[in-house]
T-cell receptor, first 115, second 114 residues
Framework: NAGVTQTPKFQVLKTGQSMTLQCAQD?????MSWYRQDPGMGLRLIHY???????DQGEVPNGYNVSRSTTEDFPLRLLSAAPSQTSVYFC??????????????FGNGTRLTVT | EDKVVQSPLSLVVHEGDTVTLNCSYE??????LLWYKQEKKAPTFLFML????IEKKSGRLSSILDKKELSSILNITATQTGDSAIYLC??????????????FGKGTKLSVIP
């Protein structure tokens, strides 16, 4: 059982480059989300989705785009990378759509460095 | 603005000690409170506490939700070096879209010394 799979594990970008962080889950979860984790800042929500075709912004959405064309996949796009986007990115999913927050299952993270 | 505050931010104890980690929240549309343990990679789920389940226990770990005080504690008894990790508290909030989102605290870094 793969769970939540994130690729790549590590990435180095130059300022201004674009890239897509991939996230796939095989648990048929409706809810998927992206977080970034910075030292001393905890996990901050970037974007989330409650089902295919539905996305919404979290706490820190600027500079990131998402789409949800299938239940399984939820890619995160950086349109023009900036050094402030250097962080560890986690994708997470869960069953619940509106039933009170069932536990999130996290991927192993992508460590992104923007120079 | 929704807020989740954890204390202390870091803690060093000796093996065998008992520790209590704190989480307080100021949020609208509270649904549940969750505790996670993060070692080197992804956070792993420990407990979820709701209005209908305000106390949970698993082995040496236990957690209580105080809805009146808007807070929760995570207790770890007889600590072991394997308990060294960052412990994250998160609150699930109902959003206007009829779904929810999690807001995390900054975490408590626990170090257990042999």
């Amino acid at each position: 059982n793969a769970g939540v799979t994130q690729t790549p594990k590590f990435q180095v970008l130059k300022t201004g480059q674009s890239m897509t962080l991939q996230c796939a889950q095989d648990m048929n979860h409706e809810y998927m989300s992206w977080y970034r984790q910075d030292p001393g800042m905890g996990l901050r929500l970037i974007h989330y989705s409650v089902g295919a075709g539905i996305t919404d912004q979290g706490e820190v959405p600027n500079g990131y785009n998402v789409s949800r064309s299938t239940t399984e996949d939820f890619p995160l796009r950086l349109l023009s990378a900036a050094p402030s986007q250097t962080s560890v990115y986690f994708c997470a999913s869960s069953y619940a759509r509106g039933t009170g927050g069932s536990p999130l299952h996290f991927g192993n993270g992508t460590r992104l460095t923007v120079t | 603005e929704d807020k989740v505050v954890q204390s202390p931010l870091s803690l060093v104890v000796h093996e065998g000690d008992t520790v209590t980690l704190n989480c307080s929240y100021e949020v609208t549309n509270f649904r549940s409170l969750l505790w996670y343990k993060q070692e080197k990679k992804a956070p792993t789920f420990l407990f979820m506490l709701t209005s209908s389940g305000i106390e949970k226990k698993s082995g040496r770990l236990s957690s209580i939700l105080d809805k009146k005080e808007l807070s929760s504690i995570l207790n770890i008894t007889a600590t072991q070096t394997g308990d060294s990790a960052i412990y994250l508290c998160a609150v699930a909030l109902r959003t206007g879209a009829g779904s929810y989102q999690l807001t995390f605290g900054k975490g408590t870094k626990l170090s257990v010394i042999p």
